[in-house]
């Protein structure tokens, strides 16, 4: 499987940035996916993930009712709908994929992709 990640950029406090993950192979229907980011200086760091049906989300509570996680089977796509962006947001993101079920550590994801860099400005 083979992720790309698009959509980052740069935006003021309080702005919206949607990030879309797309992915090859039949089988990205059936793997968990999630987003993750990492600020200079900093370990990655778990954001959200959504299982193979989309029936199962997580998130990290420091994004917990600003981020929204979602995924279009049909199109291989996993989206990442940002709003009230804070500079602590600043980072660059990547998508991973998983088999089995969802979760917020980054050693059961099997594929990454590319990373996005996300920068919020005060």
């Known amino acids: 499987v083979q992720l790309q990640a698009f959509g980052g950029g740069s935006v003021q406090t309080g702005g919206s940035l949607r990030l879309s993950c797309v992915g090859s192979?039949?089988?990205?229907?059936?793997?968990?996916m999630g987003w993750f980011r990492q600020a200079p200086g900093k370990e990655r760091e778990f954001v959200a993930t959504?299982?193979?049906?989309?029936?199962?989300?997580n998130y990290a509570d420091s994004v917990k009712g600003r981020f929204t996680i979602s995924r279009d089977n049909a199109k291989n796509t996993v989206d990442l709908q940002m709003n009230s962006l804070k500079p602590e947001d600043t980072a660059v993101y990547y998508c991973?994929?998983?088999?089995?079920?969802?979760?917020?550590?980054?050693?059961?994801?099997?594929?990454w992709g590319h990373g996005t860099q996300v920068t919020v400005s005060s």
């Open positions: 192979g039949r089988t990205f229907s059936t793997l968990a």
């Open positions: 959504i299982s193979w049906s989309g029936g199962s989300t």
């Open positions: 991973a994929a998983a088999y089995g079920s969802i979760s917020t550590n980054s050693r059961r994801y099997d594929f």
